[in-house]
């Protein structure tokens, strides 16, 4: 199992709380929408993952399991 | 030949044989549609139940709505789910250059009804639910009429009632989780998933949306089998598929080929091309611009289309003239997605309206400096983020636009110059007049 960002963008409003959160993994555009890098998070970076989780007013970020192939 | 089929008594009518399965001459009413394909299966049993299942699995029909996901697999995931189902037979059609739902739902309602009755059955559905797109009268009146005829004593051989419901006329009304949204009573807007249809659907039940081709040929497996089925198209995309073909050629309309066809073929079909082709945008809005030298090595074929790096989709192929500027009309086809946006994204909301703004502003020739070089960032920056795959047409079609296209591009961007001097507007789009923007 390997731990994967995913943004809801109907419930994300751009706050942009998770790139201040984690910047290692997520940036956001033009528009202030945040643009997670592809692929698992790394063990070491998911105490930073699960603190943006935290941190989005909007509950728009979660983290989900997904099974390796 | 269809050595596999269920056995079948003498005064049943003989199967089809090659193409056409779905559209040959209309039938009259229901009487006649019976009398043409011959008794529809039961299937009640449990055994019956997972032989369909099977059968479609192994027939490799691929759904015709456009994503084409096997539709064996769908029809499984609900089946798993237990008993009272629904079922959804999809004609929503949203694309506005594809018509071969329309036409396959007042041509033979009565194939796309019987599709939905033994899906129903299979997946253990206690409703029917057929979507059409609600602006489009003849449509809805075909389907009501097919309803009508079988609702009388003897007239289904259907215990699960059928009614239909026409959703808005919009861009993605179609796609199923926002057909769900709006059978639920919401906006016909793509909601977040998972959960999936087929997990939580129409009140909340595991839901069946199955495209109304694709049911049509769940009818025909039901009925004359798999190796049937499996007489016309490749063993691996079996069947005929209904295609919408308009741009520059004889007789554009919506024509059942079969699966495999080299396209050289495909383009005699249809009377021929009346214009020097520069490309050919296969998939509508949601697919993507091949250059004419690579089509003729193409057959009509999803994996075929894959392979050259574009998408069959629903189906739609527009031949596009070489007196057409691509530039001018990618940008027609930007702004229309843009306005398409259900508003619910950021990255879908803002990024398409950006990138439709400046690639409108290169075909005018008005384009500041770094302008495709803005468009391009923002293509890679808004694919897969949205709850809808919209933001994904949109950079599928431009991105293929900018290839095939490339020096017409440069020349617009680089030099404020245009090649073409017809303006006249060639792919088909609705009019702004009468669009339906409502989402209710």
Redesign the interface.
């Given at each position: 199992m390997s731990q994967h960002l995913r943004?809801?963008?109907?419930?994300?409003?751009?706050h942009g709380v998770c790139a201040e959160l984690f910047p290692e993994r997520i940036r956001l555009?033009?528009?202030?929408?945040p643009?997670v890098e592809p692929g698992p998070v790394p063990s070491a970076l998911l105490t930073h993952a699960r603190r943006a989780v935290v941190g989005c007013p909007a509950l728009a970020l979660t983290i989900a399991k997904v099974a390796d192939r | 030949m269809s050595t596999g089929a269920p056995s079948r008594a003498a005064t049943d009518p003989t199967p089809p044989t090659g193409v056409p399965r779905l559209l040959g001459p209309a039938p009259a009413g229901f009487a006649d549609h019976c009398a043409r394909y011959g008794p529809l299966p039961t299937v009640r049993s449990r055994s019956e139940r997972a032989a369909l299942v099977e059968a479609v699995e192994r027939s490799t029909l691929l759904g015709r709505g456009g994503a084409g996901f096997p539709a064996g697999r769908k029809l499984r995931s609900v089946a798993e789910r237990g008993r009272h189902t629904i079922v959804v037979a999809n004609g929503a059609e949203g694309e506005p250059a594809s018509h071969k739902d329309a036409v396959l739902l007042t041509h033979a309602p009565h194939l796309v009804i019987d599709g939905a009755i033994v899906a129903a059955r299979a997946v253990r559905a206690d409703e029917i639910i057929v979507v059409v797109d609600r602006e489009n009268a003849a449509v809805c009146a075909a389907v009501d009429s097919a309803i009508a005829q079988r609702s009388g004593p003897g007239g289904g051989h259907s215990d699960v009632p059928v009614r239909r419901v026409g959703v808005p006329s919009r861009y993605v009304a179609g796609e199923e989780s926002a057909v769900v949204n709006f059978l639920n009573g919401g906006p016909a807007k793509p909601?977040?998933v998972p959960p999936r249809p087929y997990e939580r659907g129409v009140r909340g039940r595991p839901t069946l949306v199955q495209n109304v081709e694709t049911l049509a040929h769940i009818a025909l497996i039901a009925r004359y089998g798999v190796d049937w089925f499996q007489t016309v198209g490749p063993l691996d995309e079996s069947g005929s598929m209904l295609v919408t073909v308009n741009g520059a050629v004889a007789r554009p309309g919506v024509y059942e080929l079969a699966l495999g066809m080299p396209m050289p073929d495909v383009l005699a079909a249809v009377g021929g091309t009346t214009d020097d082709m520069s490309a050919l945008l296969a998939g509508g809005y949601f697919g993507n611009w091949i250059p004419a030298p690579a089509v003729t090595g193409l057959v009509l074929s999803r994996r075929s289309f894959a392979a050259a790096g574009g998408s069959l989709g629903c189906g739609m192929l527009h031949v596009f003239p070489s007196r057409a500027c691509g530039v001018r009309e990618s940008a027609r086809v930007a702004r229309y997605l843009a306005e398409e946006t259900a508003g619910?994204?950021?990255?879908?909301v803002?990024?398409l309206s950006?990138i439709a703004g400046t690639v409108e502003t290169i075909a005018r020739r008005k384009a500041p400096r770094g302008a495709l070089r803005d468009v391009r960032r923002?293509l890679q920056?808004?694919a897969h983020?949205?709850?809808c795959n919209l933001p994904d047409a949109a950079v599928g079609f431009l991105t293929s636009a900018l290839t095939v296209f490339a020096d017409e591009f440069e020349l617009h961007e680089r030099h404020g110059r245009c090649t073409h001097r017809d303006t006249a507007p060639v792919l088909p789009l609705p009019d702004r007049a009468d669009r339906d923007w409502s989402w209710r």
């Amino acid at each position: 199992m390997s731990q994967h960002l995913r943004v809801d963008f109907i419930k994300c409003d751009g706050h942009g709380v998770c790139a201040e959160l984690f910047p290692e993994r997520i940036r956001l555009d033009d528009w202030g929408y945040p643009i997670v890098e592809p692929g698992p998070v790394p063990s070491a970076l998911l105490t930073h993952a699960r603190r943006a989780v935290v941190g989005c007013p909007a509950l728009a970020l979660t983290i989900a399991k997904v099974a390796d192939r | 030949m269809s050595t596999g089929a269920p056995s079948r008594a003498a005064t049943d009518p003989t199967p089809p044989t090659g193409v056409p399965r779905l559209l040959g001459p209309a039938p009259a009413g229901f009487a006649d549609h019976c009398a043409r394909y011959g008794p529809l299966p039961t299937v009640r049993s449990r055994s019956e139940r997972a032989a369909l299942v099977e059968a479609v699995e192994r027939s490799t029909l691929l759904g015709r709505g456009g994503a084409g996901f096997p539709a064996g697999r769908k029809l499984r995931s609900v089946a798993e789910r237990g008993r009272h189902t629904i079922v959804v037979a999809n004609g929503a059609e949203g694309e506005p250059a594809s018509h071969k739902d329309a036409v396959l739902l007042t041509h033979a309602p009565h194939l796309v009804i019987d599709g939905a009755i033994v899906a129903a059955r299979a997946v253990r559905a206690d409703e029917i639910i057929v979507v059409v797109d609600r602006e489009n009268a003849a449509v809805c009146a075909a389907v009501d009429s097919a309803i009508a005829q079988r609702s009388g004593p003897g007239g289904g051989h259907s215990d699960v009632p059928v009614r239909r419901v026409g959703v808005p006329s919009r861009y993605v009304a179609g796609e199923e989780s926002a057909v769900v949204n709006f059978l639920n009573g919401g906006p016909a807007k793509p909601i977040s998933v998972p959960p999936r249809p087929y997990e939580r659907g129409v009140r909340g039940r595991p839901t069946l949306v199955q495209n109304v081709e694709t049911l049509a040929h769940i009818a025909l497996i039901a009925r004359y089998g798999v190796d049937w089925f499996q007489t016309v198209g490749p063993l691996d995309e079996s069947g005929s598929m209904l295609v919408t073909v308009n741009g520059a050629v004889a007789r554009p309309g919506v024509y059942e080929l079969a699966l495999g066809m080299p396209m050289p073929d495909v383009l005699a079909a249809v009377g021929g091309t009346t214009d020097d082709m520069s490309a050919l945008l296969a998939g509508g809005y949601f697919g993507n611009w091949i250059p004419a030298p690579a089509v003729t090595g193409l057959v009509l074929s999803r994996r075929s289309f894959a392979a050259a790096g574009g998408s069959l989709g629903c189906g739609m192929l527009h031949v596009f003239p070489s007196r057409a500027c691509g530039v001018r009309e990618s940008a027609r086809v930007a702004r229309y997605l843009a306005e398409e946006t259900a508003g619910q994204c950021g990255p879908c909301v803002h990024g398409l309206s950006a990138i439709a703004g400046t690639v409108e502003t290169i075909a005018r020739r008005k384009a500041p400096r770094g302008a495709l070089r803005d468009v391009r960032r923002w293509l890679q920056d808004v694919a897969h983020r949205g709850a809808c795959n919209l933001p994904d047409a949109a950079v599928g079609f431009l991105t293929s636009a900018l290839t095939v296209f490339a020096d017409e591009f440069e020349l617009h961007e680089r030099h404020g110059r245009c090649t073409h001097r017809d303006t006249a507007p060639v792919l088909p789009l609705p009019d702004r007049a009468d669009r339906d923007w409502s989402w209710r």
